[in-house]
């Protein structure tokens, strides 16, 4: 009964304030869609450089002539490492054919293999390469070198980092701004017809049936509103998206933005709590009378 | 209130509608709005209360709907002490006190009809009880053709009509009433006045407050006048001076 009380007071004030309504509206619409943007193309761009991070590796390159022993004992010494997560070992065969693939030009006149044996290792994070290839300082007997691509991995760690560090200010400024913006119009609304919340009180409402289907109505605005960003952002994606992604050169299958499902969830909620928190809190000055 | 309304011959038997005991009322920094005011309105009187603007009226009918808490004394209504009222026990006060004020306070957006059914809806009446007890005491106030009509398409005389409906519709057994006629013409104030007659024929008790002379002059109630916050005057068959 009183909640059907609630919703009909709440529907007849969003039709009555059509005009505040759909401001509110329009507010949650526009900062929950650039919210939403942003997060999907932050979250791409994490999962972009994640995935450059595992590119990450160190090379141990043996001396052509290195005794089976000689690999064998540095393949050992490196499954006590913490820092490793994985290890590969490429022979001088699989080296070669490797190379075969990649430049066949090159490789079409050599007579024998003049390529050495070698371990692919993946540490645990991209940061660790470092230590792993110190751990490697002298090299063993039978290593020939002990490469992990110094100044590129350190310029893709410092590029994540930046990258990370943006995305995250970023999210916190636009939400922060998002929620003040919508909390402002609701605010408004709500100052435009103070006279009628103090009619109210003198007719004897309590503070919770005043306050009943103003958070209704911040509700209605949110979810509206977020729906309609939603849609928006659904239809960027299906029509915008594939003509852009169509000329960037994707480093892995693996990059993906959070799912789309997850983000509208994201929004939703942060909608319906903004409207009726924001409608609730702003009520509370009104409501002392 | 205090359970069963009073009959409209039972003034003095039980306890009083309203008292006060040496309200003082200060509004920070420093202006006295009411200095140490004592007194005690029974039920079923109709009592008009009089004073030059800022004499303290509204402050004293604010206190009686606890609009505001006063700064010393005690204030009962109806047999509750306000001091002592929990605020979230404020909307049942006010649910058993009907108010009209000069500005009327209809929502605007309603029509006369869900004015008055919208004093019925904030304590939970069913629908059934709003249809039949609406029409009723619109048709009480003389506005059973209007009952469809906006505040914007009354006459004053008709919005102040419509309060009052308001106001009563719960029966209350006070009525408490800040210059209602203060925006009409001699005329419909009369109309108005008769109405508060009824009202308080029924046993409800009015406390009106007010400038118009002419009217406490002929109604020849009591008169409680208020100037600078203390009482001046309070007598049982007044006149405005």
Redesign the interface.
């Known amino acids: 009964m009183r909640a059907k009380l609630f919703f009909s007071e709440a529907w007849r004030s969003v039709m009555a304030n059509l005009s505040t309504t759909v401001a509110a509206t329009m507010t949650v619409l526009i900062g929950m869609f650039l919210l939403g943007l942003f997060i999907a193309l932050g979250t791409w761009v994490l999962s972009w450089t994640g995935e450059v991070k595992k590119e990450v590796q160190v090379k141990i390159f043996f001396d052509t002539n290195a005794t089976q022993g000689q690999i064998n004992s540095v393949g050992s010494k490196l499954a006590t490492f913490p820092e490793v997560k994985s290890v590969k070992f490429v022979s001088a065969a699989d080296a070669l054919t490797k190379m075969q693939k990649q430049y066949p030009d090159l490789t079409s006149g050599l007579s024998g293999n003049p390529l050495p044996p070698s371990y692919e290792v993946q540490p645990k994070t991209a940061e660790q390469v470092v230590e792993l290839a110190a751990r490697f300082e002298p090299v063993p007997a039978g290593v020939e070198s002990v490469k992990y691509g110094k100044k590129t991995t350190e310029r893709i760690l410092q590029v994540a980092k930046i990258i990370g560090g943006v995305f995250l200010i970023g999210s916190i400024i636009l939400l922060t701004a998002s929620v003040i913006l919508i909390a402002n119009t609701i605010r408004l609304s709500i100052f435009s017809r103070r006279r009628e919340i103090e009619v109210m009180k003198l007719v004897g409402a309590s503070n919770w049936f005043v306050r009943g289907p103003f958070i209704l109505e911040g509700l209605i605005c949110g979810l509206a509103g977020s729906i309609i960003a939603v849609i928006l952002l659904l239809v960027a994606k299906e029509a915008a998206l594939p003509s852009i992604l169509g000329r960037i050169q994707s480093p892995g299958d693996d990059v993906s933005a959070l799912s789309f499902p997850l983000i509208a969830l994201i929004l939703v909620a942060v909608s319906l709590v903004v409207g009726a928190v924001g409608s609730g809190v702003t009520l509370r000055r009104f409501l002392q009378i | 209130m205090a359970g069963n309304g009073a009959a409209p011959d039972q003034r003095a038997a039980g306890a009083p509608m309203i008292v006060f005991e040496s309200v003082t009322k200060i509004y920070e920094p420093r202006v006295v709005a009411l200095r140490e005011v004592s007194l005690v309105i029974d039920k079923g009187e109709f009592v008009f209360l009089v004073g030059p603007s800022g004499s303290g009226k509204s402050t004293l009918t604010r206190l009686l709907?606890k609009?505001l808490d006063p700064t010393n004394g005690r204030i009962i209504v109806g047999g509750r002490e306000l001091n002592r009222l929990k605020r979230?026990k404020v909307?049942?006060?006010?649910?058993n006190i009907g108010?009209v004020f000069q500005d009327f306070?209809?929502?605007s957006?309603r029509t006369a009809f869900e004015n008055v059914a919208?004093?019925l809806?904030?304590?939970?009446e069913s629908r059934a009880a709003i249809r039949a007890k609406v029409p009723e005491v619109l048709g009480l106030v003389g506005l059973a053709h209007k009952t469809g009509s906006l505040p914007d398409e009354l006459s004053g005389g008709e919005q102040q009509r419509v309060s009052i409906a308001?106001a009563f519709v719960n029966h209350p057994p006070l009525l408490i009433c800040d210059e209602p006629t203060g925006n009409l013409d001699p005329d419909t104030s009369v109309g108005i006045m008769q109405l508060l007659y009824r009202i308080n024929r029924t046993g409800t008790t009015v406390v009106m407050a007010t400038h118009d002379r002419e009217m406490v002059d002929k109604m020849r109630r009591r008169v409680i006048a208020l100037e600078d916050g203390q009482i001046m005057r309070d007598e049982r068959r007044g006149g405005y001076e």
């Open positions: 709907l609009e979230s909307p049942l006060l006010r649910r108010c306070k209809l929502l957006d919208y004093a809806k904030v304590q939970g308001r």
